[in-house]
């Protein structure tokens, strides 16, 4: 025998019919619905009903790993730059120092003495900096932004200037440098010449 239909319905949908909550007198359902799964589990856990608050935990607990990820290659990445930044500096404080002496022979042996000052004051800068670990140099600059937040500032607008200036200067050379090549492969009659519509 057929199940008589709603009005307005015009199908049964599989498993609609099946609330284990159906009271057998009049049809209605009745107390709080469940979650019916394939396997007769709850997407909680095994446990009839959904349980949020396990779900929530999972959740957090997934987003703690994940930020002890994220924290520990941004350490590392900051790691690596800190290296490169020693070395530069390094590199830096050689050539200042390299410097001093053509600046005694060209403007006086005082003057190669600042020179040499100022090497050594990059050359320790570079020491501490090694020193010092990624952690200590981000609480170094938290400080620092909190005692004075224009310097901060104005180091901000002065790296972004810095920045903005080698990416220009990069995206011009690769135009020169495309240019150069098309004018190259022309002038070799590489590239093929358009017909005349005679």
Do not use: C, H, W
Not at 13 to 23: F, I, L, M, T
Not at 96 to 105: F, L
Not at 117 to 137: P, T
């Amino acid at each position: 025998m057929a199940e008589a239909l709603p009005e307005g319905t015009d199908q049964i949908v599989p498993g609609a019919g099946s609330n284990n909550n159906r009271d057998a007198d009049d049809g209605t359902s009745r107390g709080k619905p469940s979650i019916d799964t394939p396997d007769g589990d709850a997407p909680g856990g095994g446990k009839p009903g959904f349980d949020a608050s396990e779900l929530k935990d999972k959740a957090s607990a997934k987003a703690a790993e994940l930020k002890d990820q994220y924290a520990d290659k941004a350490r590392d990445y900051a790691q690596q730059g800190k290296e490169r930044a020693t070395a530069g500096l390094d590199s830096f404080a050689k050539m200042i120092g390299d410097g001093a002496g053509q600046v005694d022979g060209a403007l006086g042996e005082s003057y190669g003495d600042y020179v040499r000052k100022a090497a050594g004051a990059v050359s320790d800068f570079s020491g501490s900096l090694r020193d010092k670990d990624v952690d200590e140099l981000i609480d170094d600059a938290r400080d620092l932004v909190r005692r004075s937040p224009a310097i901060a500032i104005g180091a901000a607008a002065a790296a972004g200037f810095v920045l903005a200036r080698i990416l220009k200067a990069g995206s011009e050379t690769l135009e020169e440098t495309a240019k150069t090549v098309s004018a190259k492969s022309g002038a070799a009659g590489d590239t093929p010449k358009p017909r005349s519509a005679d």
